[in-house]
T-cell receptor, first 108, second 116 residues
Framework: AQRVTQPEKLLSVFKGAPVELKCNYS??????LFWYVQYSRQRLQLLLR??SRESIKGFTADLNKGETSFHLKKPFAQEEDSAMYYC??????????FGGGTRLMVKP | GAVVSQHPSWVICKSGTSVKIECRSL??????MFWYRQFPKQSLMLMAT?????????EQGVEKDKFLINHASLTLSTLTVTSAHPEDSSFYIC????????????FGPGTRLTVT
């Protein structure tokens, strides 16, 4: 069975500090991983996916198959980054399994 | 970008009644839509996969007779909560997969259901 774990429910940092939101997964096949973000009172939206290897809003995430991790990183957090972040795994049936989510709070 | 709408955004109903929630893909076609449930301060839990023109696929533990799903067209899926009970109160979110593009899932804004 597939599983996505986000060990931190809340992560609080100061503006300008580095941020790392942790995500670990378990999946027997070849994983396709995503990070979704939900800003206050807005819908869930895709932030980035591992296959595109792109940087969105300064965030990057690298898939580490050895550690079965897909941590989200940003070198300098901004206040507007405050949101709920969900790591998700796409299985062969194109269904998403979500982690529990991490609330990021960036303090001024 | 692709937009998914849900209607209503908020509904209050009495125990024992049924409530229908609509999910529409506004500018793309979606042969597959997904229904999620989100409890306060918790993550999204997949309830079922809605397939256009065929029966929905329900996740383990989800009662298909209670949560009726109909995907009658390439742009509309409906979720009907039958004989609602207070424990059905939750935030219901749908997503639609753009099958003509990169198969990305686009999420609706959610529907908050309160059963009194």
């Amino acid at each position: 069975a597939q599983r996505v774990t986000q060990p931190e429910k809340l992560l609080s940092v100061f503006k300008g500090a580095p941020v790392e939101l942790k995500c670990n997964y378990s999946y027997s096949g070849s994983p396709e991983l995503f990070w979704y973000v939900q800003y206050s009172r807005q819908r869930l939206q895709l932030l980035l996916r591992h296959i595109s290897r792109e940087s969105i809003k300064g965030f990057t995430a690298d898939l580490n198959k050895g550690e079965t991790s897909f941590h989200l990183k940003k070198p300098f957090a901004q206040e507007e980054d405050s949101a709920m972040y969900y790591c998700a795994l796409n299985n062969a049936g194109n269904m998403l399994t979500f982690g529990g989510g991490t609330r990021l709070m960036v303090k001024p | 970008g692709a937009v998914v709408s849900q209607h209503p955004s908020w509904v209050i109903c009495k125990s024992g009644t049924s409530v229908k929630i609509e999910c529409r893909s506004l500018d793309f076609q979606a042969t597959t839509m997904f229904w999620y449930r989100q409890f306060p301060k918790q993550s999204l839990m997949l309830m079922a996969t809605s397939n256009e023109g065929s029966k929905a696929t329900y996740e383990q533990g989800v009662e298909k007779d209670k949560f009726l799903i109909n995907h009658a067209s390439l742009t509309l899926s409906t979720l009907t909560v039958t004989s609602a009970h207070p424990e059905d109160s939750s935030f219901y979110i749908c997503s639609a997969r753009d099958t003509s593009g990169n198969y990305e899932q686009y999420f609706g804004p959610g529907t908050r259901l309160t059963v009194t």
